[in-house]
Nanobody, 127 residues
Framework: QVQLVESGGGLVQAGGSLRLSCAAS????????MGWFRQPPGKEREFVAA????????RYADSVKGRFTISRDNGKTSVYLQMNTLKPEDTAVYLC????????????????????WGQGTQVTVSS
């Protein structure tokens, strides 16, 4: 089992920045791929970004490319999401996910391919 705890959410004005953190504990040695998803109010959960812990390989949703950066720490038990130039449409509950699958070296963007989830942290961007 892997436990995930997110932090860093909050209220920010459009154009501002936030940095989300996800701390993993438990059987982290078996986890290689981690990601961030988000669920806007009244909408489906959507992929934001993912990272391969060993290699640092990343993947981003088109909607956040150039604005968001996913990274991990040297101990590879935490991942981060630096969010810049935030927009009101970025408002959502942001969830950390672990133990995701990859296919032909490409990180999956499908939520059903991730086995562990955190509780989420709210990000609200005001206009």
């Amino acid at each position: 089992q892997v436990q995930l705890v997110e932090s860093g959410g909050g209220l920010v004005q459009a154009g501002g920045s936030l940095r989300l953190s996800c701390a993993a504990s438990g059987r982290t040695f078996s986890t290689n791929n981690m990601g961030w998803f988000r669920q806007p109010p009244g909408k489906e959960r959507e992929f934001v970004a993912a990272i391969t812990l060993r290699s640092g390989n990343t993947r981003y949703a088109d909607s956040v490319k150039g604005r968001f950066t996913i990274s991990r720490d040297n101990g590879k038990t935490s991942v981060y999401l630096q969010m810049n130039t935030l927009k009101p449409e970025d408002t959502a509950v942001y969830l950390c996910a672990a133990d995701g699958k990859s296919f032909y070296g490409i990180l999956s963007s499908a939520s059903q391919h991730y086995d562990y989830w955190g509780q989420g942290t709210q990000v609200t961007v005001s206009s």
